[in-house]
């Protein structure tokens, strides 16, 4: 053992969860947790917190601190570091309740057992006396044990949960409780701004929130412990084997999905196939695709060039496949004319569009027809047949853009996750069939609890071993960060609500106040939720 890290990870860490030793759950042990300095640390000039090398933790308590030295410092030193961090931690609990009761340290020579805040009273043994079957091994043992973690951590919670809580209807007069909540006057001038870059659907969306108000896969920071534990693990299960997760960044857009795309459009006979984007609902499937086709794709010329784009829109609602199939054709036909400026409506356009058709009709038995007025009034009909028909059309366009003229065919099927687990499943099959008829790439944003209740299923079970893309959430605080930057600038620069606002409280008192100060009160809201000085951080 030559320094503090081989100590810490062949001696302390084996040592803590080894079932011949502690055989405390390796999940429960947290590396290098940082711990930040509370307000008196600051006050004191503690610019920084505490990072001790292991903690435990149990139902979201701290329960042990264990903290290792290198063989060539004091196991006393490594016992008054271990106090010091219980110490901190311990002091941000109410009186008389500290989570953390023992703390342990190691220098790779010796240990140390003592309680948090005692200095006198102490187990201590040399490293060749911790054999299995040891005495002094058993009485650390009977410390160091899940059972009695399990029980600090019960305690700990009904020390948290005997308190005496007041709903605030119980307190209030039922005048009070039944009155409606009127219009916030104040905010009265902000609500036009504000719904512009919050709550509106993705294609109601201002192009400023896929240009500046975009959170990356790339700039996502760390959650707090347990909720950033949670996201990893659900990220883990969605990656096992078909699943990688999309790093939205970049200018040229996230490599793993272009590589789809290249592959599909450069393969020598067009075939079609349905690629899966899968995130939880709020996790930017819509807006990713939305930033892709208009941000990223102009900076590709070679997919730009040799693709034609199209977006189905899943707002509606279904009763049945019959009717998300008319959805589908309807949608796709609509999408590839406004995204690829082409028309389909007139007599030339749709001669272009059913030429092969036309033709083989034109050499049936109509050849034998002599009226010429009659045979351009079969004409007629034969052809707006065709173009009522929504997936002729359909069909057709397919034909023309990639038989015909060598383009990819890529569709993306979009809001499919808003819509119920029966519906979108019917949609997914209705995604396969679209594929066949059109032999484009149909990429398909579904909600990740479908995929993973329905994987082992039909028609999902068929995916299990594609490659498939999942899509992380963005930071929620950074994401209203970023669009409410956008709104203070349109605050700042908005001319319709001019140099000043006026709004009358109860009492009948107007108040009159500078419209740039609208921006502080936007600015309060946010603080309120993120800073950490606040209660509600932690909520």
Same mark, same amino acid.
């Given at each position: 053992?030559?320094?503090?890290?081989?100590?810490?990870?062949?001696?302390?860490?084996?040592?803590?969860?080894?079932?011949?030793?502690?055989?405390?759950?390796?999940?429960?042990?947290?590396?290098?947790?940082?711990?930040?300095?509370?307000?008196?640390?600051?006050?004191?000039?503690?610019?920084?917190?505490?990072?001790?090398?292991?903690?435990?933790?149990?139902?979201?308590?701290?329960?042990?601190?264990?903290?290792?030295?290198?063989?060539?410092?004091?196991?006393?030193?490594?016992?008054?570091?271990?106090?010091?961090?219980?110490?901190?931690?311990?002091?941000?609990?109410?009186?008389?309740?500290?989570?953390?009761?023992?703390?342990?340290?190691?220098?790779?020579?010796?240990?140390?057992? !003592?309680?948090?805040?005692? &200095?006198?009273? *102490?187990?201590?043994?040399?490293?060749?006396?911790?054999?299995?079957? %040891? $005495?002094? #091994?058993?009485?650390?043992?009977?410390?160091?044990?899940?059972?009695?973690?399990?029980?600090?951590?019960?305690?700990?919670?009904?020390?948290?949960?005997?308190?005496?809580?007041?709903?605030?209807?119980?307190?209030?007069?039922?005048?009070?409780?039944?009155?409606?909540?009127?219009?916030?006057?104040?905010?009265?001038?902000?609500?036009?701004?504000?719904?512009?870059?919050?709550?509106?659907?993705?294609?109601?969306?201002?192009?400023?929130?896929?240009?500046?108000?975009?959170?990356?896969?790339?700039?996502?920071?760390?959650?707090?412990?347990?909720?950033?534990?949670?996201?990893?693990?659900? !990220?883990?299960?969605?990656? &096992?084997?078909? *699943?990688?997760?999309?790093?939205?960044?970049?200018?040229?857009?996230? %490599? $793993?999905? #272009?590589?789809?795309?290249?592959?599909?459009?450069?393969?020598?006979?067009?075939?079609?196939?349905?690629?899966?984007?899968?995130?939880?609902?709020?996790?930017?499937?819509?807006?990713?695709?939305?930033?892709?086709?208009?941000?990223?794709?102009?900076?590709?010329?070679?997919?730009?060039?040799?693709?034609?784009?199209?977006?189905?829109?899943?707002?509606?609602?279904?009763?049945?496949?019959?009717?998300?199939?008319?959805?589908?054709?309807?949608?796709?036909?609509?999408?590839?004319?406004?995204?690829?400026?082409?028309?389909?409506?007139?007599?030339?356009?749709?001669?272009?569009?059913?030429?092969?058709?036309?033709?083989?009709?034109?050499?049936?038995?109509?050849?034998?027809?002599?009226?010429?007025?009659?045979?351009?009034?079969?004409?007629?009909?034969?052809?707006?047949?065709?173009?009522?028909?929504?997936?002729?059309?359909?069909?057709?366009?397919?034909?023309?853009?990639?038989?015909?003229?060598?383009?990819?065919?890529?569709?993306?099927?979009?809001?499919?996750?808003?819509?119920?687990?029966?519906?979108?499943?019917?949609?997914?099959?209705?995604?396969?069939?679209?594929?066949?008829?059109?032999?484009?790439?149909?990429?398909?944003?579904?909600?990740?609890?479908?995929?993973?209740?329905?994987?082992?299923?039909?028609?999902?079970?068929?995916?299990?071993?594609?490659?498939?893309?999942?899509?992380?959430?963005?930071?929620?605080?950074?994401?209203?960060?970023?669009?409410?930057?956008?709104?203070?600038?349109?605050?700042?620069?908005?001319?319709?609500?001019?140099?000043?606002?006026?709004?009358?409280?109860?009492?009948?008192?107007?108040?009159?106040?500078?419209?740039?100060?609208?921006?502080?009160?936007?600015?309060?809201?946010?603080?309120?939720?993120?800073?950490?000085?606040?209660?509600?951080?932690?909520?």
């Amino acid at each position: 053992m030559r320094s503090e890290s081989d100590v810490e990870q062949k001696i302390l860490y084996p040592f803590l969860v080894h079932p011949s030793f502690m055989g405390i759950p390796h999940e429960w042990i947290r590396t290098k947790e940082y711990m930040e300095p509370t307000d008196i640390d600051k006050s004191a000039g503690k610019r920084y917190g505490y990072i001790p090398d292991y903690s435990l933790w149990r139902n979201g308590f701290p329960l042990l601190i264990a903290e290792a030295k290198s063989p060539d410092d004091s196991i006393a030193n490594a016992l008054r570091e271990a106090q010091l961090y219980s110490s901190r931690i311990n002091n941000r609990y109410p009186p008389n309740v500290n989570p953390i009761s023992y703390v342990l340290a190691c220098n790779g020579a010796q240990f140390i057992l !003592a309680a948090w805040d005692s &200095e006198t009273e *102490f187990l201590h043994a040399k490293l060749e006396d911790m054999r299995p079957g %040891a $005495d002094i #091994l058993a009485a650390y043992k009977s410390i160091l044990n899940k059972e009695e973690f399990e029980n600090r951590a019960a305690a700990m919670n009904v020390a948290f949960q005997t308190r005496r809580f007041h709903r605030a209807a119980n307190i209030l007069p039922g005048t009070v409780i039944n009155e409606p909540i009127g219009v916030n006057s104040f905010a009265q001038e902000l609500l036009p701004i504000v719904t512009e870059y919050f709550g509106q659907e993705v294609s109601d969306e201002p192009d400023e929130i896929m240009y500046r108000g975009y959170v990356t896969s790339d700039e996502r920071t760390e959650y707090g412990s347990v909720l950033e534990q949670y996201l990893k693990d659900r !990220a883990r299960v969605m990656a &096992e084997g078909t *699943f990688q997760p999309l790093s939205t960044g970049g200018r040229q857009g996230p %490599a $793993d999905l #272009l590589s789809q795309v290249r592959n599909y459009r450069q393969s020598r006979r067009i075939t079609g196939r349905v690629q899966l984007i899968v995130g939880g609902v709020g996790s930017g499937k819509s807006l990713f695709m939305k930033r892709f086709f208009r941000l990223n794709l102009p900076n590709l010329p070679d997919i730009a060039s040799k693709t034609k784009w199209a977006f189905i829109n899943f707002n509606a609602e279904y009763r049945g496949a019959e009717e998300i199939r008319e959805a589908v054709l309807a949608g796709f036909i609509d999408s590839f004319c406004e995204h690829n400026n082409v028309s389909f409506s007139t007599l030339e356009e749709l001669e272009a569009l059913f030429h092969h058709e036309i033709a083989q009709w034109e050499r049936g038995p109509v050849r034998l027809e002599t009226s010429k007025d009659r045979f351009n009034h079969e004409r007629y009909l034969f052809i707006t047949g065709l173009a009522k028909d929504k997936e002729k059309v359909v069909a057709a366009i397919s034909r023309n853009y990639t038989s015909e003229k060598h383009f990819g065919l890529v569709v993306i099927f979009d809001n499919v996750d808003k819509r119920s687990r029966d519906v979108q499943l019917a949609i997914f099959e209705a995604a396969q069939w679209f594929k066949d008829l059109t032999h484009a790439l149909v990429i398909v944003n579904l909600r990740d609890t479908t995929y993973l209740a329905h994987r082992d299923e039909k028609p999902l079970d068929a995916f299990k071993n594609a490659i498939n893309f999942y899509i992380r959430p963005p930071r929620f605080s950074l994401m209203i960060k970023k669009r409410l930057e956008l709104v203070l600038e349109k605050v700042q620069s908005d001319e319709k609500l001019g140099e000043h606002q006026s709004f009358t409280l109860d009492s009948g008192a107007q108040v009159t106040y500078d419209s740039k100060r609208l921006s502080e009160f936007l600015l309060s809201i946010y603080e309120s939720l993120f800073d950490r000085s606040h209660c509600l951080t932690g909520v």
